[in-house]
């Protein structure tokens, strides 16, 4: 079995959990996910099964698109509705303020990795030395904001919608956000509604996952490797370059017109992999760096 299925995580289990959750229930070792969201979030949450799980790599490279809610003048040590309360500042702001500040955070920004996150410094997470009341200095990302849009507000709490690039933090988001308005803010609700080309309105639920699996329907569910990745050009080549690659050998062609960093690779409609386009000289290179077959 191979291939990916797009999963709505409900809020409370882990990225981890679901992936424990349907190895067990499909009865499948292999088996990772394509970009963790947090405990408390729900929406799309791609896994991938068996092979595909080399191409988890090329995917988390995509950009996901998120619904959240956050709640002005209260700040918190997790920057969300699970921590402590640490402030609470009086609000004074509108929506000409809210959407002037949200153009101020509209393409590549710096943000700083929170505490209570899985990021590691000197081998332990840094959401371990947090629950240890530990505090340790971490240097600031690039992130881009593709898109921010105000969608509701009333009563201190607003909803937005947003379109990032991969390892943006929502929370730190909020939390930023809330300071630049002059009153702190928390992140109190999160959906991810994209993530690469997968969307929600396309996503099973856990429920829907172990009935389809009860009537023999799995398949159904399973959606193709190279479906999951086509956002990568695709080229084709003949047989004999199909050996070529598989031998991993560089197979020399025209590629001038799609130069880029990885495409998909097909002979004859058969996806093979992953090959990454090169210049060279004056002419191109096609250099597999994962296989399907």
Do not use: W
Request: with cysteine; hydrophobic share 40%; glycine share 8%.
């Amino acid at each position: 079995m191979k291939g990916i299925i797009n999963v709505l995580k409900p809020p409370g289990m882990t990225s981890h959990d679901v992936v424990a959750f349907l190895r067990k229930l499909i009865n499948t070792k292999k088996i990772g996910h394509g970009g963790t969201l947090d405990p408390a979030a729900a929406g799309v949450l791609p896994v991938f099964i068996g092979k595909a799980t080399k191409a988890i790599e090329f995917f988390e490279i995509t950009d996901k698109e998120y619904i959240a809610e956050m709640v002005l003048g209260i700040t918190t040590n997790t920057g969300d509705s699970e921590g402590s309360v640490l402030k609470i500042s009086r609000v004074n702001v509108d929506i000409e303020m809210i959407n002037r500040v949200f153009l101020e955070f509209t393409g590549k920004i710096e943000q700083i990795p929170p505490m209570y996150s899985a990021v590691r410094y000197k081998g332990r997470k840094l959401y371990e030395l947090a629950r240890q009341g530990i505090t340790v200095e971490r240097n600031p990302r690039t992130v881009e904001i593709k898109a921010l849009e105000l969608l509701h507000f009333e009563e201190n709490t607003l909803t937005f919608r947003t379109i990032c690039s991969k390892g943006t933090y929502i929370r730190t988001l909020c939390e930023d956000i809330g300071k630049r308005l002059g009153c702190g803010a928390y992140l109190s609700y999160l959906v991810r509604t994209r993530a690469g080309l997968f969307g929600i309105n396309k996503a099973y639920t856990i429920e829907e996952i172990e009935q389809n699996v009860d009537d023999s329907n799995l398949e159904k569910m399973i959606i193709p490797i190279d479906e999951g990745l086509a956002f990568l050009p695709a080229v084709k080549i003949d047989e004999q370059g199909k050996n070529s690659l598989s031998s991993g050998s560089v197979l020399y062609s025209d590629l001038s017109h799609k130069i880029c960093d990885f495409v998909r690779v097909y002979c004859e409609d058969v996806f093979i992999g992953i090959a990454k386009a090169e210049k060279f000289d004056k002419t191109s290179r096609l250099r597999i760096v994962k296989t399907f077959l």
